[in-house]
């Protein structure tokens, strides 16, 4: 579906019946990392909401993420990137969401954590540029941030980014997934084709387990940052399709 299309199909139908967007962040980004998605979503009429997960443990991030659906009376579409990925396959087991929609997402099948999903793929094992404190939050190095996470920027909108620093606890990473809910939704899969730390071949055989509809964009781990239109467009389509 067009970008037009999926925009004249919003436009048509009544404010109160359209679904919401809420968008859950990577590791080592916050909520504010969707600022331009906002904007442009906000732009077409779309009631969007960037949570902030404290990245301490995924029961934590899914019980912040469970209690915005919770708020929410009407349908959602709920998207993740990174580690979000990982996040919106626990949460939205419960609550009233339509459809997920996976950006460079993780997304573990049941009994599965981020470390096994990793050790079982070899394009994912390796986490490059990080260190590990003494309180096990695991920091992306800023000298290695840009050409991992958002080559395809300007160095200085990059810098921005990696100055948000928001490790995430290594013991999340060993959190089971118990119900993944892209079993039982309808998923979307942004694979960013030019992404230097969730490979492009790892994302779509996750994308292939799921069964989800896949669109690539050419772009590093940020699209919503480098390729927002193109990015916008997956959005578009899985609203006015859950409408």
């Known amino acids: ?5 999926a925009a004249g199909r919003i436009a048509a139908m009544e404010k109160n019946r359209l679904p919401r967007v809420v968008l859950v962040h990577d590791a080592w980004f916050d909520g504010s990392s969707w600022n331009e998605a906002m904007s442009r979503l906000q732009a077409h ?5 960037a949570v902030s997960n404290p990245l301490q443990s995924l029961a934590g991030d899914v019980a912040v993420v469970r209690r915005v659906l919770d708020a929410i009376s009407g349908p959602v579409i709920l998207v993740g ?3 979000g990925g990982t996040v919106i396959t626990q949460a939205a087991t419960t609550g ?3 459809a ?3 950006v460079a997402g993780l997304a573990p099948d049941q009994g599965e954590s981020v470390r096994s999903l990793r050790a079982c793929d070899p394009e994912l094992e390796q986490l490059p540029r990080t260190r590990s404190d003494e309180a096990g939050y695991i920091h992306f190095e800023r000298t290695g ?3 991992y996470l958002a080559h395809d920027l300007p160095l200085i909108q990059a810098n921005v980014l990696a100055a948000v620093d928001a490790p995430i606890h290594c013991d999340a990473l ?7 809910a892209w079993r039982g939704l309808p998923a979307w899969y942004v694979v960013t084709t030019q992404d230097r730390i969730v490979l492009p071949a790892s994302q779509h055989r996750m994308a292939t387990r799921m069964r989800a509809q896949v669109r690539e964009i050419g772009a590093s ?3 919503f940052l480098s390729r927002p239109r193109e990015f916008i467009e997956v959005i578009l389509e899985a609203v006015a399709r859950a409408c």
């Open 45 to 49: 009429g779309l009631d969007v909401l």
């Open 145 to 147: 941030f840009s050409y």
């Open 96 to 98: 009233n969401v339509a």
């Open 100 to 102: 997920l929609v996976y």
């Open 81 to 83: 990137h990174g580690w």
């Open 1 to 5: 579906m067009s970008i037009s299309r």
């Open 221 to 223: 781990h940020v699209p």
């Open 174 to 180: 060993e959190e089971v997934i118990d119900q993944p």
